[in-house]
C-alpha cells in the first residue's frame, strides 16, 4: 500500500504498473472484465480498492460495476489472503462421509474459522460446495493440490506439508 | 511422431482422483523401474483420463493383456516390473477384489463395475491420452465432423439429431435435434453455441471427468452443433475449480486449430468456427443458462426470465444454442453411427445412455456410465458392489439439490427422465448419493437446502426469502426446537417457491425437501414430536453412547478414536463413556469389535 510520505503518486504508480500490464493484454471491452480481475488476483492475492478503481476507469465502467461482479461471485475477494489457501468440500458426497469433522479440525489446528485468514498470513481457510472429487470423499484442497479420503488423524499431517 | 513398436503398453490413470492418491508419484517411479532394467523401448507408458473408478485410484492397466492394478503405491511399481512386466506374471495382491465375494479379477473387463456400463461418452476416458489430438483422431474422432460439414446439409444434420431422440443431460431433458432447431431458424446475423461446463452440482463429477479424459470428443459436438445452427463462434463455460480440465481443454483447442479443424473453412466446406474458453468465477447460478450468458458478458451472473429463449435472444442479444458437455459428448457417436444406432439404446423416451456419478455410502464409488433403462438395483448393488459395511440401504438420492430421494421399493424401476420425475426425483446431472441407516434424511435435506439458500444470487424474493425461512424451520426441527405447524408451513413454502421462483434454481430448490417429506415423513415427526433422531446424526437430539459393561472385553479401541476423550476405563476390564461429554458422534460405536456400544 502507498506510504503517506509525499511520493503517493509515484509509489501508486508503481503498484499498479503490473496491472496495466495485464490490462494491455485485453480490448476495452466489458466482456473482459472477469478474466481481467482474476489475472489481477492472481498478481496481487487480492482484489485491492485501487486495483479495481483502474480497473473500472479504463474499462470505462462505473466502480459500482465492478464491485457488483466482485462482490458476486465467490472467487473474488477485497481483503488479503493467505500464503496457502485451504478449500474444504461441503458437497454431498463429503458430507455423507464426514466432511464437516475435518473442517472441525482444521478451525482447531488453525484457530481460525471458514472465511477467515491466520494471523501469520499462511493460511485462508474457506468452504466449497463441491470440489467434483466425491470418489474420494472427504475431500479438501490447499491451493491446487487434492487431498482425499481424509480422516481427522490425518489433518496435521496434511497441513505439516505446507509449513515451511 | 513416435512410430516405434511397444511389446506393452502400461495405462496410468491422470484424472484428478488418481492424482491426488499419487498418480504421478506411482508414474515417476515406473519410468525409473523401466529405465533400471532398460525397458524404456519396448514398454510405453500412456498418461489417460479418468477411468471412472476413483475409489481404488491410483490405477494401471497393463496391455495387451488388460491387467487391471488398482491402489498402488510407490513399492508396488517394483513388483509389477519385475513381476509383470519382466517374467510375464500376473501379481495376484495388487488385482481388484469383488467386495462381496472377495475374489481377485485380473482383466479389466470382468469386473463387476465395468460389465454392465456401456460407454458412449466415457468410450475413450482411460484408453487415450487426453493431451493427444492424434490418439483422438486414431480412434475415429472427427470423423462425425468431417461426414457433417462435407456430406450434410445443417438440416440433415439437425433431422438426424432430432431422430436419435438424444435429450440434454443438463438436467432438463428437452430434445437437443429441438433446441438446435428452433435457433437454426432464429433470424440472426451472428449466431453463438456454448458449451455449459459450469457443473455445480454437490455430487456430480462426469462433466470434468470427460473434459479432463477425452476433451476432443466435446469440441467435435460443438462443431457439429455449430455447423447445424449456422454458428460461427462458441465459448465453454468451465468452472474455475476444474484447473485439469481447464488446461487440458486449452491444449485440446490448440492442437486442433493447428489441423485446422478449428477455425477457417474446416474441411474445406467454407465452414468457419472459433472457440474460446470462460472461465467461470464461483457462482453456482451460473449453471443456469441465463445467469451463465450474463457472466460470459462480464455481468453478475444473474438469470432472467424466459422467453425469450437464448435460441432466439441469447448471448449479447444473439440467437444462441446451450448444451451441457455430456449431451455434446454424444453428438459424434449419433452423426457417425447413424440416429438408429444411438435410438436403440435406452427406453421409449430416453435413448441412449447416461453417466451418473456413484458416490456416498457405496463400496465402489466413481463414474459409470449405463444404458437409460437400467434398474437403481442394478447400478447400486452390481456395479457399486453395494453398501460399505454390509450396512443397510436406506435411499438414494438423484439429481443434487434439485432433486430427490429414492427408496427400497422404487428400486427396481427401469430408471430414464420421466420415470424418475414421477416419483418425484429428477435425472438432473446424475449425481447419485447412497445413504444407509446412519444417515438422517431431515439432515439431508437440510444440507441440500443450505446449499441452495447460500448459492441463491438473491434476484427474486420467493428463492432469496423463501429458502431462508425454509432453511430456519428445518434448523429449528434438527435442533429439536420445532414449534406447532412448522412442518405445514414448510410445505406450504415448499410449493410457493416452487411456483414463483424465477430459474430453475429456485424452482427446484424444494425438491429435496418435498421427496424427503414424502418419502420420511416419519423421521420428520421423530424429531418433532419425540425430539429424537432416529438415525443419530442430529447432535442437539441425540442421546449419548453407553458401553454395556457385561460385553465390553476392554481392548480400549474406543477410547483412541473417541474425539472428546469421554471414554474412560481399565485395559482388559471394561470402560464407560461419560454422557456429559459424549457428542454422539459414534466413532466408538463404529470401531468396538464386540458391538459393546449403543445409544441409550
Known sequence: MACNC???????EKYLAPL??????????????????????????YLPEEVLKEIASSLDLSLSQVYGVVTF?????????????????????????????VLQVIQDELGIESGETSPDLKFTLETVACIGACGLAPVIMINDDTHGRLTPEKIPAVLGQYLE | MDHSIYRSHVLICTGTGCVSSGAKNIKVKLEDELARFSLNKEIKIIETGCHGFCEKGPIMIVYPEGVFYCQLEEEDVVTIVEEHLLKGRIVDGLLYKEPLTEESIPAYQDIDFYKKQERIVLENCGKVN????????GLGGYEAAGKALTTMTPLEVIETVKQSGLRGRGGGGFLTGLKWQFTHTAKGDKKYVICNADEGDPGAFMDRSILEGDPHRVIEGMIIAAYAIGADEGY???????????????KA???????????QDLFGSGFNFKLNIKKGAGAFVCGEETALMASIEGKRGMPRPRPPYPSVKGLWGKPTNINNVETYANVPFVIKEGAAAFAAIGTADSKGTKVFALTGKI????????PMGITLREIIFDIGGGLTDGKEFKAVQIGGPSGGCITEENLDLPIDYDSLKSIGAMMGSGGMVVMDEKTCMVDVARFFLNFTQNESCGKCTPCREG???MLEILNRICEGEAREGDLELLEALAHHIKDTALCGLGQTAPNPVLSTLEYFREEYEAHINEQKCPAGVCNALASSYQIDQAVCVGCGMCVKVCPVDAISGKPKESYDIDAELCISCGACADKCPVDAISQG
Open chain 2, 236 to 250: 465453454v463455460y468451465v468452472r474455475a475449480e476444474y484447473p485439469l480440465a481447464i488446461s487440458r481443454l486449452e
Open chain 2, 253 to 263: 483447442i490448440e492442437d486442433a486449430e493447428e489441423l485446422e479443424l478449428l477455425g
Open chain 1, 20 to 45: 496495466k500490464g495485464i490490462m494491455k493484454k485485453y480490448k476495452k471491452e466489458e466482456k473482459y472484465l472477469i478474466p481481467i480481475l482474476q489475472e489481477s488476483q492472481d498478481q496481487y492475492g
Open chain 1, 73 to 101: 461471485y465467490t472467487q473474488f475477494h477485497m481483503e488479503p489472503r493467505g500464503k496457502n489457501i485451504i478449500r474444504v468440500c461441503m458437497g454431498t458426497a463429503c458430507h455423507v462421509r464426514g466432511g464437516t469433522n
Open chain 2, 130 to 137: 487426453p493431451e493427444s489430438i492424434g490418439e483422438y483422431i
Open chain 2, 363 to 370: 463400496n465402489n464409488t466413481g463414474l459409470v456410465e449405463v
Open chain 1, 6 to 12: 509525499g511520493k503517493e503518486q509515484t509509489n501508486l
Open chain 2, 467 to 469: 429458502t431462508k425461512r
